[in-house]
C-alpha cells in the first residue's frame, strides 16, 4: 500500500510541476513581450532608477521555487484541491488566449500613462463618481485603462496579475487560502462566517470554495464590475454572497464574521485609510476570530529582494506603496484588539495571521 501511495504522490508532483512550468512560460512570455513592447520604467532625460538595496537574482528564484514546493506540500495535507486540472483545461484555452491578446493590445495605453506619469485618467470617466468612490481609488492602478471601474478592466485584471509575476500569483494566494483551511479544520464549515474584503473578481474566492465548498462565505468589493465578475466566479455556491461597499466603512453588523482575511488590499490604501479598514474589521469581527492579511513584502521580510520591491513603484502606478513598504502594522493592529500569531513569506508575498483578543 505504500508503495502505491508513494507512486500517487510522485505521479502528482509530476503533474503539478508540469502545470506550473507550463503557466510559468505562459505567462512569464507575456510578461516580456509586454516588457519589449513598451519604454521602460524611466522617462527620456531623466537619470536611470537605481534602488538603494542591490537585487540578489538568486534570492528572488530561490523565493519563486520555495512557493511552489510549499504549495505542492499543502496540497498533499489536504488544504486544497490539486489546481492542475483547472490549469490545463483544453475548452477554457480560447479564452485564455483572447485575454493574452487584450493584455497585450493594452500593452500601449499602459505605456503612455507610464511616460507620461498619469495615474489619475480615469477621474475624467462618468464612471468615477465622486460621490460614490473615494479620490484615492478613482485612480488608474498601475496605470490600468480604466482603473477598477470598467467591465474590460475586471476581464483581463487576474490576468494582468498573473503576468506580472509570471504565473505565482495564484499559489501567493493559497498561500492565505492554506492558514485559512487550517483555522476551520475541526469546524462546521456550514456554521462559519467568513469576509473575503476587497474581494476583487473574485478569483480568491473561488478557490476558497473549492477547498471549503460548504463555507458562509461572503465577499465586498467597492468596484461595481468588479463585484459582478466575482458574482460569476462564485455562481455556483448559491449560498455565497457578494456585497458592493467600502472597507473603511463596512456595510455589516458589530461581531458578524468568524473570520476575515484580505489579499492585496492595504499597499493600495493610503496610510489614513489603513487604520480605519483595521478598525472596521476589528468591530465585524467576533471575538477570537482571525483577521489574515496577504500583501507585498515589505522591507527585511526578505533583504535579497528590497532592490526589486523598490522597482515596482517606478515601473507601475502606484501612490502609496513606497511608504507601505515601511509601514508598521502592529501598533494599528494592537490598538484595536488583536494579536499577531505567526508569518509566512510566498514569494513576494506576506501572509500574517492575527487574532482578536478574546
Not at 508503495?3 to 512550468?21: C, E, L, M, V
Request: net charge neutral; hydrophobic share 35%.
Amino acid at each position: 500500500m505504500g508503495i502505491i501511495n508513494d507512486a500517487i504522490k510522485t505521479a502528482g508532483r509530476a503533474r503539478y510541476t508540469a502545470a506550473q512550468g507550463i503557466r510559468s512560460a505562459w505567462y512569464g512570455g507575456q510578461y516580456a513581450l509586454a516588457r519589449r513592447r513598451s519604454a521602460g520604467f524611466n522617462r527620456p532625460g531623466e537619470p536611470v532608477f537605481k534602488p538603494q538595496n542591490k537585487p540578489d537574482l538568486k534570492a528572488l528564484r530561490k523565493a519563486y521555487f520555495e512557493l511552489f514546493r510549499r504549495d505542492r506540500e499543502n496540497i498533499e495535507a489536504g488544504l486544497y484541491p490539486d489546481p492542475v486540472s483547472r490549469d490545463l483545461r483544453l475548452r477554457d484555452l480560447p479564452k485564455a488566449v483572447q485575454r493574452a491578446q487584450n493584455f497585450l493590445s493594452d500593452v500601449a495605453e499602459v505605456d503612455r500613462r507610464r511616460l507620461d506619469r498619469n495615474g489619475t485618467e480615469v477621474r475624467d470617466s462618468e464612471a468615477a463618481d465622486p460621490k460614490r468612490f473615494p479620490t484615492y481609488y478613482r485612480q488608474n492602478f498601475h496605470y490600468q485603462t480604466d482603473g477598477w471601474l470598467s467591465e474590460d478592466s475586471a476581464e483581463i485584471y487576474d490576468h494582468q496579475v498573473e503576468a506580472l509575476f509570471t504565473g505565482a500569483a495564484d499559489a501567493m494566494r493559497r498561500a492565505a487560502l492554506a492558514e485559512l483551511v487550517r483555522e476551520l479544520q475541526g469546524h462546521d464549515q456550514r456554521d462559519i462566517q467568513v469576509l473575503d474584503l476587497a474581494c476583487g473578481t473574485g478569483r480568491f474566492m473561488g478557490q476558497i470554495m473549492r477547498a471549503m465548498p460548504k463555507l458562509q462565505l461572503t465577499g465586498l468589493d467597492l468596484s461595481p464590475p468588479y463585484a459582478e465578475a466575482a458574482r460569476k466566479n462564485v455562481r455556483h455556491w448559491r449560498h455565497v454572497d457578494v456585497v458592493e461597499g467600502q472597507a473603511e466603512a463596512l456595510p455589516f453588523e458589530d461581531e458578524q464574521f468568524d473570520h476575515l482575511i484580505s489579499i492585496y488590499l492595504f499597499h493600495e490604501l493610503p496610510p489614513r485609510v489603513r487604520p480605519k479598514v483595521i478598525a472596521e474589521a476589528a468591530r465585524v469581527l467576533k471575538p477570537g476570530g482571525t483577521f489574515i492579511i496577504a500583501d507585498s513584502l515589505q522591507f527585511g521580510d526578505n533583504e535579497g529582494v528590497d532592490g526589486f520591491l523598490e522597482y515596482f513603484p517606478e515601473g507601475f502606478h502606484e501612490p502609496y506603496y513606497k511608504g507601505y513598504l515601511s509601514w508598521a502594522f502592529d501598533p494599528h493592529m494592537n490598538k484595536v484588539g488583536f494579536t499577531s500569531e505567526h508569518q509566512n513569506l510566498a514569494f513576494l508575498t506576506k501572509v500574517r495571521v492575527w487574532r482578536k483578543d478574546a
